[in-house]
């Protein structure tokens, strides 16, 4: 059986793809602070949790430890910073320069020798709307996620010959945990700045996922998941 590793797999898009790829794969998904929703995912899908800070090396060996093999590698772990850039402290930006960018640079770069040894793989990696245009308030996340899009692109030129497609995912407003905090008239806004007037669903992005895993013609690509915004 394939095997799958998706960071991130107890927050809203990552128990969709969780679901989306338990499928046919054999699934293995990281969680951090979210314990009992990561047993329960596991449960309902017949997948496999493990508990990986990515930020530490520690976590990422014993993550590699539970597979053998790896076919498809989905990026998906993030966190979000807002306020105004000049507020953010140093520790802050840090943190989330190093959890949402060089966190998956670093697992992607331990995983890579094992597509490369089989001449095959597939890397996705889940940007944001933001690392396109840019989000007001949300500077250092915007930064991370434009670096997901530029390491998406430039990787993809150099494993290509090795039978390794890379990919990225910018999804826009998606109903998940992370947009948890917002007001039913804030939603509603950016609802109104797309050209379908509605929200994404998790679901959205997991079906985004299935098609650049199967695409075998298409890498480097950045594809929006945004309703039109």
Known sequence: MKTAIITGGSGSIGEALVAEFSKDFRVVFTYLTNRERAKETAEKYGAEAVLCDLNLEADTERL???????DLLINNAGIDSVGLFTELSDDELYYVINTD???PMKLT?????LMIKEKKGSIIN???IW???GGSCEVAYSAAKAGLVGFTK???????RSGVRVNCIAPGFI???MNSHLTQEEINEFAEGTSLGIIGKPVDVALAAR???EAEFVTGQVLGIDGGF
Request: aromatic share 8%; hydrophobic share 40%.
């Open 131 to 133: 690392g396109v245009y």
């Open 64 to 70: 590699l430890k539970c597979v053998r093999s790896c």
């Open 109 to 113: 770069k331990a995983v890579l020798p």
């Open 126 to 128: 889940i940007s944001s």
């Open 154 to 160: 430039a990787l993809s030129r150099e494993v290509g």
């Open 211 to 213: 098609y650049l895993y």
């Open 101 to 103: 960018l060089i966190s």
């Open 175 to 177: 109903e998940s945990k």
